[in-house]
Structures are given as C-alpha cells and as structure tokens.
C-alpha cells in the first residue's frame, strides 16, 4: 500500500516540475512588450525622415496611441527632391556605354571586341536608349533631333485631377510610374468624409505615399481650368525647394496613364523638341475595348522653363492654343506614339457601374454628353457587355490580352489579381475570348 503511495506522489511531483519548465521556456522566449510595440504595423508617412527619425516617431506613436488608428501625414512642409546621376542607369561593356535596360547583356558580354551597343527588341538608338515609341516619334517628326545623354537626370512632376467617381485608375497611375516620376501632385475634387484622403489615411498607396502631395480642390470646382492649374502650381513652389529649370512637369486628365519608357527618356536625354504630347490608346470601360477613333491626343510634358517663360507659368495656356485652328504639330514639339505604338493609355469610365452612373450624369448635366435613355445599373452593365458607345449604337473594338502587345500597362499585366476587372469583362454576354 505503501509503495502504490509512494508511486502516486512521484508522478505527481514529476507533473508539476513539467509545468513549471514549460511556463520557465514560455516566459525566456516571449520578446519585451517595447519589441512587441515597434512590431506591429507602422505609421505611414508622406514626408521622407532619415531611419533613426521614423523609428522613434513610430515607436512614439505606437505607444502613445496603441488603440488608435495609424496617424498619416500628407506632405504639407518643405521637401527636397533627389538628384541622380545617370550613370547608375548605363552599362560600360568594352569602353562602349548602353542602357542598361536596353541593351542586350549577353551578347555584349559575349563579344568582348565590340565597339556599339546591341540592342534588345523594341530599343534603339547608338546607346540603346529610344524605346521603339520614342524612336518612332522621332522618325515621324523628320526633325533634326540631336540628342546627348545627361550627367544627371531631370525630375519628373508629375500633376492630374480625381472626383469621387474616377479615383479608381489614380493607383494605377501612381503604381506604374512610380519608379519613373518624382513627385506626384493629386488634386483632389471631392470634399465628401470618404474623398480620395481617406483612401489614402487607409493604407491605399502605403509604399508609394512618400511621393505623393495631396492638394484637395473641392473649393474651387466652379472657378476657370486656368485658375485651378495656377492654385497647384503655387503650391508645388511653396512645397518644392529645389525645382530646376529644366525639371519636368508633366499633366494629365483623369484615367490617362503615361508610357513608363517614355517619360524615363525625357529624364535621360537632353535635345527632344517640346512640349510633347501623347498619343493614347483610347479604352472604354476597361482595357478590353477601345473606342473606334482608336486614339486621343493628350497634352502633354514640357520643362519648368518653358511654362514659366511661354505659358506665364499655368499649364492650361498650351491646351488652350491646341484648342484653337492650328493642328497638334504645329504646336508641339514632339508627339510620342502612333497608331501602333502608344504613348500611354486613356481608360475612359473604366469603374464600377455605380461609378460611371455618377461620372456620366455630370457630363450629362454640363452638356459634354448626350443620352436618351435612363441612365440605371442595367444600362450601364448592357453597354459594357456588349460593347457599346454612350450613343447605345457606335461599336466598341474588342482588344485581345493575349494578343495585343499594348493592351495594358504594365502595373495591370502583372497584377491581373487585382485588377481583373480592367482586364476581364464581366458582363459579356458571349465569349469573346
């Protein structure tokens, strides 16, 4: 009897020693709360601040306000934008310089003796620096155009207006010329709770946000282009403090997306006559059809400079000469893409239904559009899936993905997760593809 106690009292110790190691290891490999806090999500910041600075405002943050929301910071003080040599952007291969994303690697390394730059497909030029957009343009211009690589790229400003029903291809925008642009200036329409700033405040853009200024505009959507353009301008000079005169500033109207490889080229070369416009690809309701008219010429990107001395500083004049009887090449300098290869993509009412019934009830009521029929969710989903015009008559042009070598910018192709609504049309009512 003895012995069964004896044997009871053991395990029982035996028990009780395993739970205390298991609350000693849990307790050694649990990190200090103060790790635990500089882990979770950081805040999100428009301005850029060295390390050392973000980690403490991070950490600051975080443990002042744990059950807060993330506070977010637009660019509202003075900021500096970078310089780049471009000879980070250019190989050397036997004394012979070439763009490195141009260039044809392996061929040069492969054939050490040669004295020029074999370019991939779709480049050109003696370093492989003309995308096949640009060179064309060129070709067409039967300009004299002598080009010189820089020492130090341009920057890119790269400014264009949302409303709340056309927000939706500005992540598009942001995301395909981010690695290209500078600064990104979003004029902002809508006052309402949720405007684009919220979105932002939200995560939206997380990681690109340390270029983006806000400038909200609501106020003044009744006052002249002109007025509006000249308001942003000011605030760009008041936020920017080392803008160069031959810094670029570049326009867009809503849902226009700019060639990457273009805009890249204007950075890296000087000798291109300006300003420039872009020819677009002219899509509809999302990238699987194009408007009949194929194109849309969209105006355009021209150096600090030249706004300020030939457009008294306000990038409205030059859209307002284009208007009037003298055709685009008497007024611009360059225009990149033709009618196969395009300078970027204008993706007319490419939102969800709700938000073209918004978008074409505003243009309904300033007269820029005309339609008979109501105007419903059914109307809007028919249009889409069948292909139609506004007019409920004009055909649309089905464009292939597979085939289509500009069906889509680039941000789109690879990431068709996540916009397969401007890839895939929901509402056709066959395969067409």
Request: with cysteine; net charge positive; charged share 25%.
């Amino acid at each position: 009897m003895q012995t069964r106690l004896d044997g009871k009292l053991a395990l029982l110790y035996t028990l009780l020693v395993l739970q205390v190691l298991i609350v000693m290891i849990y307790v050694a490999t649990t990190p200090p709360s103060e790790l635990v806090v500089s882990t979770t999500r950081a805040s999100v910041s428009f301005v850029k601040f060295e390390t050392s600075q973000v980690t403490y405002q991070e950490v600051q943050i975080t443990q002042g306000n744990r059950k807060k929301s993330p506070i977010y910071q637009t660019i509202n003080g003075e900021i500096v934008l970078k310089d780049v040599k471009t000879f980070r952007l250019f190989e050397i291969y036997n004394h012979t310089v070439c763009w490195k994303f141009g260039v044809d690697e392996r061929k040069m390394r492969n054939n050490e003796h040669l004295e020029r730059c074999i370019c991939n497909q779709g480049w050109h030029g003696l370093d492989c620096g003309q995308p096949e957009v640009v060179w064309r343009a060129i070709m067409a211009s039967k300009q004299n155009i002598s080009l010189k690589r820089r020492r130090e790229a341009r920057r890119i400003i790269h400014t264009f207006c949302l409303s709340e029903y056309n927000s939706a291809i500005a992540e598009v925008i942001v995301e395909e010329l981010y690695n290209v642009v500078d600064l990104f200036v979003i004029c902002d329409f809508n006052n309402a709770e949720d405007n684009f700033r919220h979105k932002l405040s939200k995560g939206l853009l997380q990681r690109q946000q340390k270029k983006i200024l806000y400038v909200n505009v609501a106020t003044k959507s009744r006052k002249p282009s002109r007025i509006v353009a000249k308001y942003v301008w000011d605030r760009v000079k008041a936020v920017v403090q080392n803008l160069r005169d031959d810094d670029i500033y570049v326009t867009t109207e809503p849902e226009q997306i700019l060639n990457s490889r273009a805009l890249m080229f204007l950075k890296m070369y000087d000798g291109w006559p300006q300003p420039i416009g872009f020819r677009l690809r002219w899509s509809v309701y999302g990238f699987f059809w194009q408007h009949p008219l194929k194109t849309t010429i969209m105006l355009g990107a021209y150096t600090i400079g030249l706004m300020r001395n030939a457009y008294q500083s306000n990038s409205v004049v030059l859209r307002q000469q284009l208007d009037g009887d003298a055709s685009e090449r008497d007024i611009l300098g360059l225009v990149i893409g033709d009618l196969n290869h395009y300078g970027g993509w204008y993706c007319y009412l490419c939102q969800a239904p709700a938000n073209i019934i918004i978008g074409l009830h505003s243009k309904i009521q300033s007269k820029e559009i005309r339609i008979e029929k109501t105007v419903d969710v059914p109307f809007v989903e028919d249009l889409i899936g069948s292909g139609l015009w506004l007019d409920g008559k004009s055909n649309l042009l089905r464009v292939s993905k597979s085939r289509d070598s500009y069906f889509a910018p680039d941000t789109i192709l690879n990431n068709t997760w996540k916009y397969d609504w401007l890839v895939e049309n929901f509402y056709a009512k066959l395969d067409y593809y």
